[in-house]
């Protein structure tokens, strides 16, 4: 194990035991500002599986990244024509993305995903849920599988990406917690119905075979 992932699971196993399974995401945040931690998703580049999608030119079209930390997909997004929003629970992971993009169009906010903007329902062309759901405990993670379709507008695009189960820690700890099956279909919800869910290959990295699901409404 890295010492970010275990800085994470040492963060996450504590605001668990408190009754705050997401607590623990600004704690991270805000020591690895203060140099005490550090984020293990914090790299340079965007995901290479959203990367790998080949999305089409946005063309002004409305993007929702879930969870965006510092702003790597958003960023992305938004360099391929998408009026990005993108929102994060940990307010210094904010602070975090506006300081490394100064100039970006992409519109950061901060937001609960279980407690998200009533004027995001059915508001957005593709939303982007990467890494987050599979950083949830059991007991909140089947209502927030179901949060991510409702931001989706009539022909819009749900893109999932997640851990998959064929590979887990021996002794099952987290986060990630890798999504099964039953769980990405689950994100058909609210009226959305699957393009393709597909396993993909990662290797070389601690969780090597990963979902890549795709939605529309």
Same mark, same amino acid.
């Not at 194990?1 to 035991?17: F, G, I, N, V």
């Given at each position: ?19 705050d399974?997401t607590?623990?995401f ?40 879930v ?5 790597? =997909? ?18 210094t ?6 300081g490394?993009h100064?100039?970006?169009?992409? =519109? ?16 957005? =062309?593709l939303?982007l ?42 002794d099952g700890?987290?986060?990630p917690w ?22 993909? =290959? ?6 090597p ?9």
């Open positions: 194990m890295t010492a970010s992932a275990a800085d994470a699971r040492r963060l996450a196993a504590a605001s668990l035991a408190a009754g399974p607590g623990w600004e704690q991270l945040y805000a020591q690895a500002r203060d140099g005490q931690a550090e984020v293990p998703w914090d790299v340079a580049a965007p995901s290479a599986h959203l990367r790998a999608l080949d999305l089409p030119a946005g063309d002004g079209r409305r993007a929702l990244v969870g965006c930390g510092p702003g790597r =997909d958003a960023e992305h997004l938004a360099a391929l024509g998408y009026a990005v929003t993108a929102f994060d629970i940990s307010a992971a904010i602070d975090l993305a506006r490394r100064p100039s970006s169009s992409v =519109d950061y906010v901060v937001a609960d995903l279980l407690d998200p903007p009533v004027a995001w329902r059915h508001g957005f =062309d939303v849920e990467s890494n987050n759901v599979q950083a949830l405990p059991a007991d909140i993670r089947a209502r927030a599988i179901t949060v991510p379709g409702t931001f989706v507008a009539p022909g819009g695009l749900l893109i999932v990406l997640a851990a998959a189960t064929s590979r887990v820690d021996s700890s987290g986060p890798p999504l099964t099956r039953a769980e990405v279909d689950a994100f058909a919800s609210d009226g959305l119905r699957p393009i393709s869910i597909t396993q993909v =290959d990662a290797a070389g990295t601690t969780l075979t990963r979902w890549q699901a795709l939605f529309t409404r």
